[in-house]
């Protein structure tokens, strides 16, 4: 089973605009949330993360939201740069976990 | 280099064949951790180290996978007859011990098994 779900695959946006990429999530052991951004030919780099304890945090062009009730989170991304281009997986942990579990990944695709 | 540094960075095998891939985590980094991923799909948890024993090692998909970190910083993940399901990109992982799940990833080895 899925826990951790991206339902898009791919997402195009202009360049300048804002970039929001959705994540569900079913186990609600969950605690912990963080987005990793991924390359070609380059292992994933952390992103931003939240705690359950929050609803957002944010840093600079970067935001995450967490709707604890709808098990859902959103990375916003303001200004979007064609830098930005990537492939971006959602991940959740649980307290006393040593193990994230991803969601399939969305590509994002910036266009000058 | 300061990363995690994974090698062979491709290994192409013939099914049955036995496998090594080697990752060298960052220096001080006392977690290590070994993913998997295939195409189309996100990293997938196959076992977690923390120094040179295997705290959870419940990803690992069948005893033809094994891994081990003998003095608590290079760590090799083994699979033993292979399978063409084993194709996949094999992400290895380091991080302090903060629990949070901030990973410093290497570059993946990709293997493939004709």
């Known amino acids: 089973d899925q826990q951790v779900k991206q339902n898009s695959p791919s997402l195009s946006v202009q360049e300048g605009r804002i970039s929001i990429l959705n994540c569900d999530y079913t186990?609600?052991?969950?605690?912990?949330f963080l987005w990793y951004k991924k390359y070609p030919a380059e292992g994933p780099t952390f992103l931003i993360s939240?705690?359950?304890?929050?609803d957002k945090n944010e840093d600079g062009r970067f935001t995450v939201f967490l709707n604890k009730s709808a098990k859902h989170l959103s990375l916003h991304i303001v200004p979007s740069q064609p830098g930005d281009s990537a492939v971006y997986f959602c991940a959740a942990n649980w307290e006393g976990a040593q193990k994230l579990v991803f969601g399939q990944g969305t590509r994002l695709t910036i266009n000058p | 280099g300061a990363g995690v540094s994974q090698t062979p960075s491709n290994k192409v095998t013939e099914k049955g064949k036995y496998v090594e891939l080697r990752c060298d985590p960052i220096?001080?980094?006392?977690?290590l951790y070994w993913y998997r991923q295939s195409l189309g799909q996100g990293p997938e948890f196959l076992i977690y180290?923390?120094?040179?024993?295997?705290?959870?090692d419940s990803g690992l998909p069948n005893d033809r996978f094994f891994a081990v970190r003998p003095e608590g910083s290079v760590s090799t993940l083994k699979i033993q007859r292979t399978e063409r399901g084993d194709s996949a990109v094999y992400l290895c992982?380091?991080?302090?011990?903060?629990?949070?799940?901030?990973?410093?990833f290497g570059e993946g080895s990709r293997l493939t098994v004709l």
């Open positions: 992982a380091s991080s302090l011990f903060t629990g949070t799940g901030e990973l410093f």
């Open positions: 220096s001080g980094h006392t977690a």
């Open positions: 180290f923390q120094g040179t024993g295997a705290a959870d």
């Open positions: 939240i705690s359950s304890i929050k």
């Open positions: 186990n609600s052991m969950f605690d912990y």
